[in-house]
């Protein structure tokens, strides 16, 4: 279900379309209660969508860059709203806050009272992913922002008293992640990982992007496997004097610490569901971040596409890393219950890398499991560490319907995995040359 605000904006999109009818032996009072229902719905008709976008990161880019970086951060985002989703600013928007801004339906932002809620969330996700995906830049510094959005139920501009305003910047406030942005070395680290962000959206957005995929092989060989795997990379860009490209490894990690995984993760998952079009025999599988896992607006074509096209769903293997950071645990298996109940296979990878990663695996409910490479490195060092690798790969096979050996980087690899008694199997030694070789079949 797709997340609404608490102050119920959503019924701008419910209960629109009753009609009253009057036969000639209805009643005087009848007639006149008719006339003012009619009277009230051309009212409610005439009510416009309203939205909040709030952004999430201002306290950090201030922290980080600076004030002036922040404010300038803020007047960017107001400039992007306002130059591609607002008529007339005086009556089209109203900015609450640094942080915050309220954007009502208009022509450039048409999203009619009657819409579905998975139209009018279709507008939402729209803005969130124009005004997020390039970087702002200020003075030689670029930085992303991290946006969020719902609809929300208030006056026009100009017929908002303060304790509406009060109540849609309490509305639009997620809760905060607490972060101890005083420790030594937290500005230096979020710079760093804010300019492999940047790198990241810059190749996103000229199309230096690499995306490949490996097979999970089962282990009696055969021309099929159970999927094909993704791996990503960004970049390198010609012109920027750069021979080499961000591993999804590297930027995933920074993505995550800075809370903005989910534009990366909706670009991977838009991609391979174009691929999945173009190729109906294979199955694939796209690797999003834990914080990803929320039913919200960002995702709203992503579960239209799947509900009009289930043979997509079923071909559509989403992966998280079980040694991803613990997140919302509710909202993940809303998400993850969502996307099976549509066709599609949750997969778990990292399996046993870290204590407490079975709260992810109880929260997804796999229906593949991967036992985390580190596992099979200590197999090669004899027999405790080959027991160790056969006790996950049980405990993998208890908690998933297919149990899957990464790491397989040998033959000798391949041979202790058997031992094991692994069923299926992945590593860069299975890899093949092409995605022709060894396709995941449906």
């Known amino acids: 279900m797709l997340a609404l605000s608490p102050s119920g904006g ?26 003012d229902r009619t009277d009230a719905i051309a009212s409610q008709l005439q009510q416009r969508a309203c939205a909040y976008v709030f952004i999430g990161n201002l306290p950090q880019l201030s922290q980080a860059y600076g004030i002036d970086f ?36 208009n022509e450039s932002f048409p999203v009619p009272v009657d819409a579905s809620l998975t139209s009018a969330c279709e507008y939402l996700e ?15 510094i670029a930085a992303l ?4 959005a719902d609809w929300i139920d208030v006056r026009p501009p100009g017929e908002m008293d303060p304790t509406e305003v009060e109540l849609a910047l309490w509305t639009a406030q997620q809760c905060a992640e607490f972060e101890q942005m005083e420790l030594d070395g937290w500005s230096h ?4 990982d804010m300019d492999v962000a940047v790198r990241v959206a810059d190749a996103l957005s000229r199309g230096f992007l690499s995306m490949s995929w490996r097979p999970v092989v089962g282990v009696y060989g055969g021309s099929t496997s159970l999927y094909h795997s993704l791996l990503a990379s960004a970049g390198p860009i010609p012109e ?15 993505l995550e610490r800075l809370g903005l995984a989910r534009l990366w993760d909706r670009h991977a998952m838009r991609k391979t569901l174009a691929i999945l079009r173009q190729r109906p025999a294979l199955r694939l599988g796209v690797r999003l971040s834990t914080q990803s896992a929320h039913c919200d607006h960002w995702w709203t074509s992503l579960f239209a596409a799947l509900q009009t096209e289930p043979m997509l769903a079923s071909r559509l293997v989403v992966e998280f890393s079980a040694g991803g950071p613990v997140c919302a645990l509710e909202a993940m298996r809303e998400f993850c219950s969502r996307l099976q109940a549509l066709g599609c296979r949750i997969a778990v990878r990292n399996l046993g890398c870290r204590d407490g990663d079975l709260a992810i695996v109880h929260a997804c409910r796999p229906d ?19 027991e160790g690798l056969q006790e996950m790969i049980s405990l993998a096979g208890h908690l998933a319907n297919h149990a899957v050996v990464d790491g397989i980087e040998r033959e000798e690899d391949m041979h202790l995995a058997l031992r094991a008694g ?15 070789r060894g396709e995941a079949y449906a």
């Open 10 to 35: 959503h019924r701008f999109f419910a209960g629109l379309h009753a009609r009253t009818t009057v036969s000639p032996r209805t009643p005087i009072a009848s007639i006149a209660s008719a006339h």
């Open 70 to 105: 922040a404010m300038a951060v803020s007047r960017e985002v107001r400039r992007r709203l306002c130059f591609s989703f607002v008529r007339t600013e005086s009556t089209d928007f109203a900015f609450l806050r640094d942080d915050c801004y309220l954007l009502w339906s």
């Open 126 to 140: 729209s803005v969130l992913a124009h005004v997020a995906k390039r970087p702002i830049v200020y003075r030689g």
């Open 145 to 148: 922002v991290q946006l969020h």
């Open 189 to 192: 680290r979020y710079r760093g």
């Open 240 to 254: 920027e004097g750069r021979a080499d490209a961000i591993r999804d490894s590297i930027y995933g990690p920074c």
């Open 368 to 386: 593949i499991a991967k036992v985390d490479p580190s596992f099979l490195r200590r197999a090669r060092g004899g027999e405790f560490g080959l």
């Open 422 to 436: 692994a069923q299926w199997l992945e590593g860069s030694f299975l890899e093949s040359a092409k995605l022709g």
